[in-house]
Nanobody, 119 residues
Framework: QVQLVESGGGLVQPGGSLRLSCAAS????????MGWYRQAPGKERELVAQ???????TYVDPVKGRFTISRDNAKNTGYLQMNSLKPEDTAVYYC?????????????WGQGTQVTVSS
C-alpha cells in the first residue's frame, strides 16, 4: 500500500521559513517524479514545484527564488524548503509522486499539511 505523509506545516509570520517533508512508503520512491502542490481556500489545487527522479527541478514563478524542492532517496523523503513566506502562500500543501510506464500512469497523493502565513 502506497502512503505519502506530509509534515512540517504550521503558522509562521510573513518573512519566515518552513520546511515541509513528504515521507513515502510502499513505493520505489527513487524512480518516481515528485511534486508539491497547494490549495488555498476557494481556489484550485496548483503546482508549486517538481523534481524528477533524476533530480531536475522546476518551479512556478510565484515561488522562484524563495522555495527549494529536494529529495533524499535513501530516506524515501522529499522536501520543500520555503523561505520569505508571504500571506499568499497560505494553503494546504500536498505532495505527490508519479510515474508513467508506456500508457500506464501511477499517481499517489498525500493527505496535505496546512501552512498559514500571518502576523
Amino acid at each position: 500500500q502506497v502512503q505519502l505523509v506530509e509534515s512540517g506545516g504550521g503558522l509562521v509570520q510573513p518573512g519566515g521559513s518552513l520546511r515541509l517533508s513528504c515521507a513515502a512508503s510502499g513505493v520505489a520512491f527513487s524512480i518516481y517524479d515528485m511534486g508539491w502542490y497547494r490549495q488555498a481556500p476557494g481556489k484550485e489545487r496548483e503546482l508549486v514545484a517538481q523534481i524528477t527522479s533524476g533530480g531536475t527541478t522546476t518551479y512556478v514563478d510565484p515561488v522562484k527564488g524563495r522555495f527549494t524542492i529536494s529529495r533524499d532517496n535513501a530516506k524515501n523523503t522529499g522536501y520543500l524548503q520555503m523561505n520569505s513566506l508571504k500571506p499568499e502562500d497560505t494553503a494546504v500543501y500536498y505532495c505527490n509522486v508519479k510515474r508513467t510506464i508506456a500508457v500506464q500512469a501511477y499517481l499517489y497523493w498525500g493527505q496535505g499539511t496546512q501552512v498559514t502565513v500571518s502576523s
